[in-house]
């Protein structure tokens, strides 16, 4: 009786262990376990809106700081407006650098000529939202001036 009682003792142990591994692993009441996968979520999720024309999402993806300067009306016209220049053929997230409630993803696009971006991200309310990006000023809209990327 006592091997059994000690054996249940133990699967109690380990059951608690895991659920308590799980819960870190999957951000649990602390930081995401994982900042810069959640980064990486984040851009994909701007060029997945950019693609499908959801320029409500795609403003909704930026920091306050970005949005207190401009109305999701303004943002969704412009945008709707330059559609075209802000669409890629090919996007990738490379090296994603996280500082605390900051962090830094490296764009790297083409519409036919490849080039490079950095996108700043801010965490908000536990949620990673671009803080500005390439042709966007304000709520004006430039032409993106993206850096050429180095061939390797």
Not at 91 to 96: N, P, R, Y
Not at 112 to 118: P, V
Not at 119 to 131: M, N
Request: contains cysteine.
């Amino acid at each position: 009786m006592r091997r059994y009682s000690a054996l249940a003792a133990l699967v109690v142990v380990l059951l608690a262990i895991g659920v308590l591994a799980l819960a870190c692993e999957s951000g649990g009441d602390g930081p995401p376990a994982n900042d810069a996968a959640l980064v990486r979520q984040a851009a994909e999720t701007i060029r997945t809106a950019i693609q499908s024309d959801d320029w409500k999402t795609v403003y909704r993806s930026f920091a306050d700081a970005f949005r207190e300067q401009c109305t999701e009306a303004d943002f969704v016209a412009g945008a709707t407006e330059r559609a075209a220049v802000f669409k890629a053929k090919k996007f990738d997230v490379g090296e994603v650098v996280v500082e605390g409630d900051s962090a830094t993803a490296s764009i790297t696009y083409s519409d036919g000529e490849q080039a490079q971006d950095e996108w700043p991200f801010v965490r908000e309310d536990g949620e990673w939202h671009l803080l500005s990006a390439v042709g966007i000023e304000g709520c004006g809209f430039v032409t993106p001036t993206p850096t050429p990327a180095s061939n390797p």
